[in-house]
């Protein structure tokens, strides 16, 4: 891989034109050659680079991420979606999702059996709709319990072996917005006012935290417990003495919340009337939503944005649509960008990792936060910064970024909701040439009626290779420089 190279990646994902063309194009493609496409596995070709001893360990880890633990028979999940939305959004693996993530864990722990891991790190999404149940289920399995209020009768069976070694999480778009793009305060009005008693909880950030907080599995909060005193849910952790690791929060959540406030505070009369309509749910909450996109874009957006809780993120242009229609992707708001900064700062003596739910790629063009050429330029300035390690995209992506002659690698790690169901084992070297190496391995679980159902999904068809990634996306050694401020120290010469 050049070093000097620097990737960037495009804007938007528009997935449901990728949908619709995707639809069309595989009603044309054979069953045989539909089904011949998966089979091939590629990894018999790729080198186990982890089987050669060429350096000494300074930390091993597992990335899961996207794991999308979802209600998927709630009832106002399927009135939400309606017909043409729910046959591009639903997948058939979906009630295989709490055996799945069993299933990854198992993986892992046999993996750690024989390669002790010093964590696993879960980097966002990892429920589905920012439901209460969502939250319940995924602490459940991940600390070996039964999940309370479980549905057998519309999920796949489930007896979870829970995590054995310690795990953090991060937050995703998933867990903090409906469907990872629908700002939840809006979606909780609408339902309560049509429906008082509906089997449907949504939660908002801190109760999230809290419910996964509560995991009596390993690490004591699972890494909430550091966050700052504002309790944004971001935090860092230093696992050994020659490594600190540093978790943001890259969700939307933060200012979609508040301005759904706002809207529904302002505009209560027409409101009322759209309610007062008594169409199906799903009719009335598109036409919300567009009278929430309009009123977004309104002449004194600035001086509601600037008056309130959404102060910080000093919103400065009048055309705003991109805060509705692109909630799904990442943001990084200049307060927590600050304390990345003096957290990189203070640790120089060590090697930082960065882990979010979002990479910079795909971060939101929101004035007055930190967009991509922000933050690549920041992380490649230090040279103790070597990779950010995330998920999102539902696809394995080692990205080169480089700027002034430094670098940093962009570590994207695939869904284990949609082909090839994968997490990454992550092995920090130090080399007998004084160089260091990244070491990354993907490894699939066992659930092998999870992986086909995802494997045949039409909707991934054209997609399928970027999920799985070029070889030097999955099993690689990236090398980078030791930083200067690690190299003579006791903790680090020793290894």
Request: glycine letters at 6%; charged letters at 25%; proline letters at 3%.
């Amino acid at each position: 891989m050049n070093n000097n190279e620097h990737h960037t990646v495009s804007g938007p994902r528009r997935f449901f034109l990728k949908g619709c063309l995707a639809a069309a194009a595989s009603a044309a493609i054979p069953a045989k050659s539909f089904s011949s496409v998966f089979l091939k596995n590629r990894d018999l070709e790729e080198p186990d680079l982890f089987n050669e001893n060429n350096g000494s360990c300074v930390l091993k880890f597992a990335h899961l991420t996207d794991t999308h633990i979802g209600d998927v028979k709630n009832p106002i999940r399927s009135d939400l979606l309606g017909g043409t939305i729910a046959f591009f959004y639903e997948r058939p693996q979906d009630p295989m999702c709490a055996k799945l993530l069993d299933s990854a864990i198992q993986s892992i722990n046999s993996y750690a059996e024989t390669n002790t891991m010093d964590f696993c790190i879960a980097t966002g999404d990892l429920t589905d709709m920012s439901m209460k149940r969502e939250a319940q289920w995924l602490t459940d399995i991940a600390d070996g319990r039964f999940p309370r209020n479980f549905r057998e009768d519309d999920m796949v069976e489930v007896n979870p072996a829970g995590m054995n070694i310690p795990w953090y999480a991060c937050l995703g778009n998933h867990d903090l917005l409906v469907f990872g793009a629908l700002p939840s305060k809006l979606v909780e009005y609408i339902v309560l006012k049509i429906n008082e008693s509906p089997d449907f909880d949504i939660i908002f950030q801190d109760e999230w935290i809290n419910i996964v907080s509560s995991s009596t599995s390993q690490v004591p909060g699972h890494g909430f417990f550091n966050q700052s005193e504002k309790k944004d849910g971001y935090y860092s952790f230093t696992p050994n003495e020659n490594i600190h690791c540093i978790v943001l929060n890259t969700a939307a959540d933060n200012h979609m919340e508040g301005l759904a406030d706002r809207f529904l505070n302002d505009n209560q009369d027409k409101i009322t009337d759209i309610l007062s309509k008594k169409q199906n749910f799903h009719n009335l909450f598109q036409e919300i939503a567009k009278e929430f996109a309009n009123w977004i874009n309104r002449e004194n957006l600035y001086n509601i944005l600037n008056s309130g809780k959404e102060s910080k993120f000093n919103f400065k242009e009048k055309n705003l649509n991109a805060v509705f229609a692109m909630g799904s992707d990442g943001t990084l708001d200049r307060d927590q960008y600050n304390w990345m900064v003096n957290e990189i700062e203070n640790n120089q003596d060590k090697i930082c990792i960065i882990f979010s739910h979002h990479g910079s790629c795909d971060f939101m063009e929101i004035p007055g936060n930190i967009n991509q050429a922000q933050f690549d330029t920041t992380l490649c300035r230090y040279d103790n910064v070597i990779a950010h390690i995330c998920g999102h995209s539902h696809e394995n992506k080692i990205d080169n970024i480089s700027d002034s002659g430094k670098n940093y690698y962009r570590i994207r790690t695939s869904s284990l909701i949609e082909y090839p169901q994968e997490w990454r084992a992550v092995e920090i070297l130090k080399k007998a040439d004084g160089k260091g190496v990244i070491k990354c391995k993907m490894i699939r679980h066992n659930y092998s009626k999870g992986f086909l159902t995802a494997a045949f999904h039409w909707r991934i068809f054209f997609s399928k290779n970027k999920m799985y990634g070029q070889p030097q996306d999955r099993n690689t050694e990236l090398e980078f420089e030791i930083p200067s401020g690690l190299r003579e120290k006791s903790s680090f010469l020793s290894l």
